[in-house]
């Protein structure tokens, strides 16, 4: 069956490091991808998507690549800042199963 | 444009006491979900409607039933609360059902506590 397996947290970075939250997926077909952000308090915000193969999906100075042959959509930034402390969930489309969540904190 | 809005934000209950949770949106959206959040479990979907008329369970539906009012409003009800349904409750819609790049919009959720 369709299935998304998000990396565990929490990750805890200092400001300006690399950041790379590891997602990768099981379906059938060719979904698309997302990943979404979670503030304290609220629902889920898209980050951004991608919907096939290849498709590099970019918002804030995030990134993520829609790898088939490695069923893969890690997330990455450059450089976080304090502000990306948040929490990140990879999801797919076609059966709309979330990942279990990326809880990141980044210290000055 | 409010998105999409839920009530209460904040509700606490006793074992074996019924509640609805409303959940509605101005975009014109086709379908709507209902999920709970729970520590480390991530989002997991209670109910949704494709499209209005139209209800599907999802993978969590046992101790819920939902309606699909009209195109604006699904709600969620607990007939007899369990204290295994304390969590956050999510609801979202998003502009068609079979729209594989779709993006969903969240409401603000719903805490709740059954004692």
């Known amino acids: 069956g369709n299935s998304v397996t998000q990396m565990e947290g929490p990750v805890t970075l200092s400001e300006e490091a690399f950041l790379t939250i590891n997602c990768t997926y099981t379906?059938?077909?060719?979904?698309?991808l997302f990943w979404y952000v979670q503030y304290p308090g609220e629902g889920l915000q898209l980050l951004l998507k991608?919907?096939?193969?290849?498709d590099k999906g970019s918002n804030k100075g995030f990134e993520a690549t829609y790898r088939k042959e490695t069923t893969s959509f890690h997330l990455e930034k450059g450089s976080v800042q304090v502000s990306d402390s948040v929490v990140y969930f990879c999801?797919?489309?076609?059966?709309?199963?979330f990942g279990t969540g990326t809880s990141l904190t980044v210290i000055p | 444009n409010a998105g999409v809005t839920q009530t209460p934000k904040f509700q606490v209950l006793k074992t074996g006491q019924s509640m609805t949770l409303q959940c509605a949106q101005d975009?014109?959206?086709?379908?709507m979900y209902w999920y709970r959040q729970d520590p480390g479990m991530g989002l997991r979907l209670i109910y949704y409607?494709?499209?209005?008329?139209?209800?599907d369970k999802g993978e969590v539906p046992n101790g819920y039933n939902v309606s699909r009012l009209n195109k604006r409003e699904f709600s969620l009800r607990l007939e007899s609360a369990a204290p295994s349904q304390t969590s956050v409750y999510f609801c979202?819609?998003?502009?068609?059902?079979?729209?594989?790049?779709?993006?969903?919009?969240f409401g603000p959720g719903t805490r709740l506590t059954v004692l």
């Open positions: 979202a819609s998003r502009p068609f059902s079979g729209g594989a790049t779709d993006t969903q919009y």
């Open positions: 379906a059938t077909g060719y979904p698309s």
């Open positions: 991608a919907t096939k193969a290849d």
């Open positions: 999801a797919l489309s076609a059966t709309l199963y």
């Open positions: 975009m014109n959206h086709n379908s």
């Open positions: 409607s494709a499209s209005e008329g139209t209800t």
